[in-house]
């Protein structure tokens, strides 16, 4: 089955900084690779999406890039500021599940400080 | 307002008692899952469902039950629950056209 790895664990940076977060996956069929942010005691809220026909998308200081070759996708975050402090998911899907079947990673913790 | 709700939202209970977690969306969505979250291991899917009277395990089934007889409805029941099913578990909900999935606000459970 699919396996999701995600690094770093946490990720420290200042405010104003870049921040980016790595994930791989193992089968080269999942066709679908969202990013979740869970705020401290909240629950998770998807913030991007990918799918495997696309390279790259943004909204506005976040991105998602894939690499299907190599089998990684990637968040990148602009501009951090401390309300951007969270846990952050990747996740891929393999294919025929509608989207709905989710292998996670295991989360990476940022803090951004001012 | 357009939400998933679940029930209780905290819970402590003695290992082998049966207990039900409902989850209730009110968006008239087609697909509903279950998750768990423990440290260090993120988010696992128990299971999912893509409609009524059709579920799919996840990654992490075994100990877990569960039915889809509305679609508004998916309650995840633990028949014998263990001291590792201990965990907070998340309910989500989406629809066909969209595939985000919306959660729901977690259930704590200690099983002792």
């Known amino acids: 089955g699919e396996n999701v790895e995600q690094h770093p664990s946490t990720l420290s940076v200042q405010e104003g900084d870049s921040a980016v977060i790595k994930c791989t996956y193992s089968d080269s069929a999942s066709n679908y690779f969202p990013w979740y942010k869970q705020e401290l005691g909240k629950r998770p809220q998807l913030i991007i999406d990918?799918?495997?026909?696309?390279g790259e998308k943004k909204d506005q200081r976040i991105a998602v890039t894939l690499n299907k070759t190599a089998k990684h996708f990637s968040l990148h975050i602009t501009e951090t500021q401390p309300e951007d402090s969270a846990v952050y998911f990747c996740a891929a899907s393999p294919p025929y599940t509608g989207f709905q079947k989710l292998v996670f990673g295991t989360g990476t913790r940022l803090l951004v400080s001012p | 307002e357009a939400q998933v709700t679940q029930n209780p939202r905290y819970l402590i209970t003695v290992t082998g008692k049966k207990l039900t977690v409902t989850c209730s969306q009110n968006m008239n969505h087609e697909y509903m899952s279950w998750y768990r979250q423990d440290p260090g291991l993120g988010l696992r899917q128990i299971y999912y469902s893509m409609n009524v009277e059709v579920t799919d395990k996840g990654d992490v089934p075994e100990g877990y039950k569960v039915s889809r007889k509305e679609k508004r409805n998916f309650p995840l029941i633990l028949e014998s629950p263990s001291p590792n099913q201990t965990s907070l578990y998340f309910c989500?909900?989406?629809?066909?056209?969209?595939?985000?999935?919306?959660f729901g606000p977690g259930t704590r459970l200690l099983v002792l």
């Open positions: 989500a909900s989406s629809s066909p056209n969209k595939e985000t999935q919306y």
């Open positions: 990918i799918r495997s026909n696309v």
